[in-house]
């Protein structure tokens, strides 16, 4: 394999190049294909009764809100006849359906305190991708000025076809930002600009054939905006990652007295095998979020195991054709060599000296890590779980502004109005009265509309009328419950007091409450079945990696530590607002359920990787002494500076998610760096050696059974032969 990389290197790099080419030229209509929202759980009540009501009513939520603007008032002939005009034109386009107005219905919630603002609430039909699409049509043709009016376009709808577009700026914002600072940090890493440009080629060929990837994917199933973000800024991160570790191998080994191609041989027999693991470390931990209904989260499964293998790929194969290539060239163009730190000689340098400091007071550093690591996560206690909505926008998006002004000067609620589908034709029209009578009484309902009239506090409000036949179908009817509060916390208290309102009846109880509600629901119960199928296989992996059956438990319980830590930190920050105007970020009182999901995924992932890194090293330096002390300093010695480097490099890149405007994106940006300095500090500096030094030799412990399985099986693997060049470096003492 390798002499046939070395003789077709540049064959390997053109067939990638033009690889590269044709999947990011694909890939550049990613943006046109991916669909906004994506955060409701398909199979629940909420979303069976969305569809019912598409399609036994041919009706949908009010999803679509536009905010009329007059200089004068609301009520003068002009502007009642040009508004009038507008909610005609809605009304009679096409998927627009449930059009109510101030100025057709006279309905006194839908006007402005001062009178010269009122509301058009309309629903738009289709499934979300078609939703999407429509509401961009639909805030083109009618936000803006039509003759006296001024008109804003929000509503649910709205909020998440913006989200999408703000996702799509914040990207290439992010790739603007992520590029130079990246340069700049590998070459004071490197010291050299050719050894730098390596990683960022790796990561650019990679990136280009995931969004490729991806958009062939889009094509045969629905994918949220969500996946172009893990597709770039992982992407960027996990190529660098397996790029430092190679390159850093390499010129370790040209150090000490290779010669390039038998440099490269070793470091990819070393290095290379570290990083197969490492991608399939990964790629488990990101696989478990396709076990969430939100299309959300299972596209930003699908993104992360596509940008995983690809990565892996990219950096086995295209890397050692440029190394085989360069040879000892890949030092020259040296730059700044006077910020280019030496590199230790055994024995010395700072992993080595904060290892030997470590391992010879394990327990107490031990005790004190851990018990810090808790500390901060103490906060995770008392998270509130919650969906975004248009508090998480910047202030200058439409949905927001709408929804702001609605709830300063309206009392009109009728876009959060909570939805009871009855599917069954046999249900009477006096048991429909009887149900609407009880639902009016709940609290903070302000009114119940169904087939039979209007009501109000347990009484007939209005009579029934032709505009309340849209409530009754041939085999079915469905109630309209509208709250007199926004307040998130209200409205979910009124779906659960709906759903909890006996009907005589079955009955789907939707809308915006309940979607949310739902979606949470499901992300939660869903994550024990995730962890049930992740972790024993990780287990298993990180057992073949070390052949030990106690460091991958190990490896498992000080990543959880880790995670633990940045969620404490995140619901301190976010939920509770503490330094989030230090950070330019809303604290909206409750955390997104992605957050939690997406960093137990990603952040996982990549606490795993790292620790991969080192066990591999430690596993190959025990292997070499039979010492678990001398193994632990060696490996944490010449490995723990490229994961230094590592967690600095992806860290900058998943900064770039604070120049999102979106706040429940911006968590992201603090919490994924967090999550992985966290790891590459506190839990594989302090921990890890502390943990493997009371450990000893138990570190290595293997079942008879388990060892000779993998003797037979090979995976382990033989040292240098005598005469293999090299040897004499690998079986050369490490000084303590």
């Known amino acids: 394999m390798f ?59 009010p999803n679509l809100v536009l905010l009329v603007q007059t200089q004068t008032s609301v009520d003068d002939d002009a502007t009642a006849i040009a508004a009038a005009q507008l909610a005609a034109e809605l009304t009679s386009a096409s998927d627009v359906t449930n059009v109510t107005s101030y100025w057709t219905d006279k309905t006194p919630a839908l006007r402005s305190a001062d009178g010269t603002k009122g509301l058009i609430v309309a629903g738009v039909l289709g499934e979300a991708a078609e939703t999407d699409k429509r509401v961009g049509e639909l805030a083109e043709r009618f936000g803006g000025t039509h003759g006296p009016l001024e008109v804003r376009v929000g509503g649910y709808a709205m909020l998440l076809h913006e989200t999408a577009q703000e996702s799509q700026k914040d990207i290439l914002l992010g790739e603007s930002i992520a590029f130079p600072i990246m340069l700049v940090a590998l070459l004071l890493v490197f010291g050299g600009l050719v050894a730098a440009s390596l990683p960022l080629a790796v990561a650019v060929i990679t990136v280009m054939i ?41 010129r370790d080994e040209l150090i000490a007295g290779q010669q390039p191609a038998a440099a490269v041989v070793v470091t990819m027999r070393s290095a290379g095998r570290t990083v197969v693991y490492s991608a399939v470390t990964v790629a488990i931990a990101l696989s478990g979020l396709l076990f969430f209904p939100p299309l959300a989260v299972r596209s930003m499964g699908y993104a992360g195991l596509v940008v995983t293998v690809v990565a892996a790929v990219v950096a086995l194969t295209v890397l050692p054709a440029m190394l085989f290539l360069l040879g000892t060239r890949i030092d020259s163009a040296q730059l700044w060599w006077f910020l280019r730190a030496a590199r230790p000689a055994p024995g010395e340098g700072a992993w080595h000296r904060l290892t030997r400091f470590v391992m010879m007071r394990p327990v107490p550093i031990g005790l004190a890590v851990t018990a810090l690591l808790l500390v901060l996560g103490v906060p995770f206690l008392g998270v509130n779980l919650g ?50 009578r009880k639902l009016s009484e709940l609290e903070n309902v302000r009114r119940v509309d169904t087939a039979t009239g209007g009501y109000s506090q347990g009484g007939l409000l209005a009579v029934p009328t032709a505009a309340h036949d849209r409530f009754r179908s041939v085999n079915a009817a469905y109630l309209s419950v509208v709250p007199d509060s926004t307040a998130p916390a209200v409205l979910e208290r009124i779906a659960r007091d709906v759903r909890a309102t006996p009907a005589g009846t079955p009955v789907l109880v939707g809308g915006v409450a309940t979607v949310n509600a739902d979606a949470t629901d499901s992300v939660i119960s869903t994550l024990p079945y995730a962890l049930a199928f992740i972790v024993p296989i990780m287990l298993v992996v990180l057992f073949l990696l070390t052949g030990s059956v106690v460091l991958p438990l190990l490896a498992v319980v000080l990543s959880a530590l880790s995670l633990i830590a940045t969620f404490g930190v995140l619901v301190w920050i976010f939920q509770d607002g503490h330094l989030a105007g230090l950070l330019g970020v809303a604290s909206t009182g409750d ?21 991969v890194f080192l066990l591999a090293r430690i596993r190959e330096e025990y292997r070499r002494t039979r010492s678990n002390a001398l193994a632990v300093t060696s490996g944490l010695e010449r490995t723990g500076r490229i994961v230094t480097a590592a967690a600095v490099l992806i860290s900058l890149v998943f900064l770039g998610f604070l120049a999102s405007d979106l706040s429940f994106m911006a968590v992201f940006g603090i919490g994924l760096p967090l999550a992985v300095v966290v790891d590459a500090t506190l839990v594989c500096g302090f921990l890890l050696p502390a943990a493997m030094e009371l450990l000893g030799d138990w570190n290595w412990y293997l079942p008879h059974p388990l060892r000779a399985l993998r003797e037979r099986s090979g995976i382990e693997g033989r040292l240098p032969a005598p005469g293999t060049p090299g040897r004499e470096d690998w079986l050369q003492p490490v000084r303590l």
């Open 3 to 61: 002499e046939l990389t070395r003789r077709r290197s540049r064959w390997i790099l053109g067939v990638f190049v033009v690889l590269a080419l044709a999947m990011g030229s694909l890939g550049a209509t990613l943006f046109d294909q991916v669909q906004g929202g994506g955060y409701i759980d398909p199979d629940s009540e909420s979303s069976r009764a969305a569809a019912l009501l598409r399609d036994t009513f041919d009706q949908a939520s």
């Open 210 to 250: 995931t969004v490729g990837v991806l958009c062939l994917i889009a094509s045969i199933t629905d994918l949220a905006a969500t996946a172009t973000t893990v597709a770039t800024l992982l992407g960027l991160g996990l190529a660098i990652d397996y790029s430092l570790l190679i390159v850093g191998r390499y």
């Open 387 to 436: 969906f975004p909505d248009e508090r998480s926008l910047p202030e200058s998006m439409n949905s927001r502004q709408v929804s702001e002004t609605i709830q300063r000067e309206f009392i009109a609620t009728e876009q959060h109005a909570i939805v009871a589908v009855l599917p069954e034709s046999a249900y009477s029209a006096a048991g429909l009265d009887a149900y609407a």
């Open 591 to 611: 955390l997104s359920p992605m957050v939690p999901i997406v960093l137990y995924g990603v952040a996982f992932g990549l606490a795993i990787d790292y620790q």
